[in-house]
């Protein structure tokens, strides 16, 4: 739930996109996005990512100042109770609030997209989560869509319930997590059966984080070309023409210890892959 001092910055920034939406809640005149936006107000689509041209940016600069202005009031907000907090230190601004681009050298981007993973390891003393399951969904008593074509009509909290049975009965100890503060129940289970089982000295978990999208910037000045550093892509305002390029997709090695289905990939079977939060690799101690 957002905490109620953010709730005029979201509304504010909801309100933004209102100016730049159609009649039926699709931007207009986009050179490149992310994903289609999802105009569902007074809620802002915070996943969004795009390159948008308009008539004269400066018919937003008011607009968004004042975007701007109620971020940097929610943060204060937010902030000022907690230790060692600076209110006279300007916070960075979110990547996902639309900027201007002031820049009128700029004549194009590169758009690099990639998916974003974090890894950890976990030795035979830890728990590692191997279950997620979305709050809103785990309290709902709807039947649970397994996504496998299965005609099931138990709710996700009866799924999980199963799931947590059959891991036990495999010799594994598993504990839920139902933390009010947390969008997402989580279920872990010991790393020492998991190495017990596969001969492994610890756990290795992958799981993906989101889309890196990042971006060159190419601009002349005094009649030289001049390619900027990667830069992340957030939401860009312009008012020129400005050609958008994407790069080749990275390829994944074939030798890479993370791929899918690689000789030391653990998979679960009594874990429905809907619900499944990673992917688990065995590891052994360096000889």
């Known amino acids: 739930m957002v905490d109620n001092v953010w709730i005029p910055f979201y509304r504010a920034l909801a309100l933004f996109y209102e100016n730049l939406v159609d009649g039926e809640g699709q931007i207009s005149n986009v050179i490149y996005e992310s994903k289609p936006y999802s105009y569902k107000p007074p809620k802002a689509d915070k996943h969004y990512r795009a390159v948008i041209g308009v008539h004269d940016v400066n018919e937003y600069k008011e607009h968004l100042e004042h975007v701007i202005s109620e971020f940097y009031a929610a943060h204060r907000e937010a902030n000022k109770g907690m230790k060692g907090y600076d209110p006279t230190k300007i916070p960075r601004l979110p990547?996902?609030?639309?900027?201007?681009?002031e820049d009128e050298n700029i004549f194009k981007m590169q758009i690099h997209e990639n998916k974003a993973h974090s890894s950890s390891n976990y030795k035979k003393d830890e728990m590692i989560p191997v279950i997620s399951i979305l709050r809103g969904t785990f309290k709902s008593k709807k039947p649970f869509d397994l996504g496998d074509g299965s005609m099931n009509e138990k709710s996700a909290k009866s799924v999980l319930e199963d799931t947590s049975k059959a891991l036990e009965k495999e010799g594994y100890r598993v504990e839920i997590e139902d933390d009010i503060q947390?969008?997402?129940?989580?279920?872990?289970?010991?790393?020492?059966r998991l190495c017990e089982v596969y001969e492994c000295d610890s756990i290795q978990r992958r799981f993906f984080t989101g889309r890196q999208i990042r971006a060159n910037f190419f601009s002349r000045v005094d009649g030289k070309l001049q390619?900027?550093?990667?830069?992340?892509?957030?939401?860009?305002?312009v008012d020129r023409d400005i050609e958008?390029?994407?790069?080749?997709?990275?390829?994944?090695?074939?030798?890479?210890?993370?791929?899918?289905?690689?000789?030391d990939e653990i998979v679960l079977?009594?874990?429905?892959?809907?619900?499944?939060?990673?992917?688990?690799y065995k590891k052994?101690?360096?000889?």
Not at 227 to 237: H, I, Q, W
Request: aromatic content about 6%; overall charge positive.
């Open 227 to 237: 390619r900027s550093k990667l830069e992340s892509v957030g939401v860009l305002l």
């Open 284 to 287: 052994y101690k360096a000889i």
């Open 182 to 192: 947390n969008p997402y129940v989580i279920a872990s289970i010991d790393a020492a």
């Open 95 to 101: 990547m996902y609030l639309p900027r201007i681009n």
């Open 269 to 280: 079977d009594a874990i429905p892959p809907l619900l499944r939060s990673g992917r688990l």
């Open 244 to 263: 958008v390029v994407h790069s080749h997709e990275r390829t994944t090695r074939t030798d890479a210890i993370y791929t899918a289905e690689h000789p």
